[in-house]
């Protein structure tokens, strides 16, 4: 039995495998054609169409500039990745971004994480900043986390109509 046992679990193995995969774990956002649809519950906000397509743009451009921000990351470019987040995410983004005016239409916690990612934002600046002087890059890593953190809070929450 003992010298069968490799030939084993070379045969079971292989069809135990697919159920460690649980879609559960998806949270729902992988649907199977025909699958029943998992409701969206975030909270509407209604933007007039002008400040939709801006505000949507503001997010297209955060996009842009976290994926600019890791790349300089993994380039040792740190002064440059707080450079992007500052100006681009960071509370001096702030008026280039418009935040008065579209704030006037967001609901009090879509405001606070906002707030909170901008303030995130310009934290991580400073701590990437410090890590071109100190070359430890873990303190900035988990400061950039905060930043997607109150990316995700919102979008978990809210949804612009």
Same mark, same amino acid.
């Not at 649980?22 to 649809?37: I, Q, T, V």
């Not at 418009?98 to 707030?115: D, I, K, N, V, Y």
């Given at each position: ?5 490799p ?16 879609p $559960?774990?998806?949270?729902?956002h992988?649907?199977?054609a ?7 519950? #975030?909270?509407w906000?209604?933007f ?8 949507? $743009?503001?997010m ?13 990351l993994?380039?040792? #470019?740190y002064?440059?990745a707080?450079?992007? $987040? ?8 702030l #008026? ?8 006037? %239409? ?14 995130? $934002?310009?934290? %991580?600046?400073?701590?990437? +900043? ?28 809210? +949804?612009?109509?």
């Amino acid at each position: 039995m003992r010298r069968h046992l490799p030939l084993l679990l070379l045969l079971v193995l292989p069809l135990a495998a697919p159920a460690q995969h649980d879609p $559960a774990m998806h949270g729902g956002h992988h649907h199977a054609a025909g699958a029943a649809e998992v409701p969206d519950t #975030r909270e509407w906000v209604r933007f007039p169409p002008a400040m939709t397509a801006h505000t949507l $743009a503001n997010m297209r451009d955060h996009l842009l500039a976290l994926q600019q921000i890791q790349s300089a990351l993994g380039e040792a #470019r740190y002064d440059d990745a707080a450079e992007i $987040a500052e100006q681009r995410l960071g509370l001096s983004a702030l #008026r280039s971004h418009g935040a008065a005016e579209s704030s006037r %239409f967001m609901p009090a916690g879509m405001q606070e994480a906002g707030t909170a990612m901008h303030r995130s $934002a310009s934290r %991580f600046g400073l701590a990437a +900043r410090d890590a071109a002087a100190t070359g430890d890059l873990a303190p900035a890593l988990k400061s950039l986390a905060q930043v997607t953190a109150a990316c995700v809070s919102c979008h978990a929450a809210y +949804r612009l109509q």
